[in-house]
Structures are given as structure tokens and as C-alpha cells.
T-cell receptor, first 113, second 114 residues
Framework: ETGVTQTPRHLVMGMTNKKSLKCEQH?????MYWYKQSAKKPLELMFV???????ENNSVPSRFSPECPNSSHLFLHLHTLQPEDSALYLC????????????FGSGTRLTVV | DAKTTQPTSMDCAEGRAANLPCNHS???????VYWYRQIHSQGPQYIIH???NNETNEMASLIITEDRKSSTLILPHATLRDTAVYYC???????????????FGTGTRLTIIP
């Protein structure tokens, strides 16, 4: 257990479904991140939140909709996804401005059918 | 942010020291080098970071050359649980809020051989 909890661990959804991924941290961190890791590819940063405000969106398609109701919780709402969106979705949090001390969750393995 | 170059894969015998190299020839004087690792199907885990001096913690040692163009992560007594992808990351690009965003490359796949 890293201190960053992601649910569900595995998700299979159809292209017309709507689902949400959840991330929770109680480390007192002020920044939270969504990363995507496709097979054989490096991690791609999707969104950055600082003090629950979105500060980065790396040209992510609108079928991915993040939500950060407070500094401890982060959601990724999914709708009308494509099979190529199948990937491991990782949430991370950090405190302060350094690149050290990122804490990642174990990820949600998403399969779009 | 500094571009880093790592070997694609390495093997190491269990119980021996694993030495993972990283080239970061474009790194600036105030940019840190971070090391993370990712065990299969888990999220990355922070290992260590450094600027100029060598660093050691309970997980590993980091040796940075005097010109800062390369570094080596050392796992002193590798175990099977150290099998993972190891990422060397130069200072991340600053987000709009001023905190660093980590940019991961493809890393080095380290396999510990029994």
C-alpha cells in the first residue's frame, strides 16, 4: 500500500459505457496527477491538479473528464471510449515542487471492448 | 528538461550489485536527476535523487559524475524483487503552478537472475 489508492483495479467497459476511475490519497499532498501507460509505451502525463485546481491538460480527448473535488480525491470520468484507450491508468500525488517524492497508486487496468 | 538515455535492458545475478547507467549530457547545473522504478503492473516507485553529490539511502546509491553528464544507480545486493523497469529522469518541466512534472522515458528493464 503506497498511500495512494486507486479503484477499481481492473475495469472492462464497452465503447458506449460511462464509468469512473477513483483515486484517493491521505498523504497531505497538494498535487495530483493522472498518467496513462499503454502497452510498450512510456507513461504519458494526462492531467495535473494543484490544490484541486486543474493546472495542466496535455491535449487529452474530451472523452476523458477529470474531476478533483478536494485535494485528497481525484476522479477520471470515461465515456464513449475507443479500444485504443485500453491501458493502465495511474494516479499520483506529490507535495511541494520537486520531482522527488511522487507517490503512485497501483493503477486501474482498463480494457475497452 | 534534460533528455536521458538508458540501456534498454540489463541482467544481474542475484546477490550481486546492479549498476544502472544513465546519460544526461544536456542537464543544466540546477537540474536534479531522479530515479524511479516500476515493478510489473504496479505504479512507479521513487528510489533516489541527486544534484551534484553522490547520494545513498536505504534502497540504493546514486553516483553522479563530476561533469554531471551521466550517473549510475547502484543496487548493492540485488534480489529477485528488484526485477523492474528503472527510469532515470532529468528535471521535469515546470507545470503552470511551478511544480515539476515527471516525464518518463522507456527506462531500463532490469532482470535479476537467480
Amino acid at each position: 500500500e503506497t498511500g495512494v489508492t486507486q479503484t477499481p483495479r481492473h475495469l472492462v467497459m464497452g465503447m458506449t459505457n460511462k464509468k469512473s476511475l477513483k483515486c484517493e490519497q491521505h498523504l497531505g499532498h497538494n498535487a495530483m496527477y493522472w498518467y496513462k501507460q499503454s502497452a510498450k509505451k512510456p507513461l504519458e502525463l494526462m492531467f495535473v491538479y494543484n490544490f484541486k485546481e486543474q493546472t495542466e491538460n496535455n491535449s487529452v480527448p474530451s472523452r476523458f473528464s477529470p474531476e478533483c473535488p478536494n485535494s485528497s480525491h481525484l476522479f477520471l470520468h470515461l465515456h464513449t471510449l475507443q479500444p485504443e484507450d485500453s491501458a493502465l491508468y495511474l494516479c499520483a500525488s506529490s507535495q511541494g515542487r520537486g520531482g522527488y517524492g511522487y507517490t503512485f497508486g497501483s493503477g486501474t487496468r482498463l480494457t475497452v471492448v | 528538461d534534460a533528455k536521458t538515455t538508458q540501456p534498454t535492458s540489463m541482467d544481474c545475478a542475484e546477490g550481486r550489485a546492479a549498476n544502472l547507467p544513465c546519460n544526461h549530457s544536456t542537464i543544466s547545473g540546477n537540474e536534479y536527476v531522479y530515479w524511479y522504478r516500476q515493478i510489473h503492473s504496479q505504479g512507479p516507485q521513487y528510489i533516489i535523487h541527486g544534484l551534484k553529490n553522490n547520494e545513498t539511502n536505504e534502497m540504493a546509491s546514486l553516483i553522479i559524475t563530476e561533469d554531471r553528464k551521466s550517473s549510475t544507480l547502484i543496487l548493492p545486493h540485488a534480489t529477485l524483487r528488484d526485477t523492474a523497469v528503472y527510469y532515470c529522469i532529468g528535471r521535469g518541466v515546470l507545470s503552470n503552478f511551478g511544480n515539476e512534472k515527471l516525464t518518463f522515458g522507456t527506462g531500463t528493464r532490469l532482470t535479476i537472475i537467480p
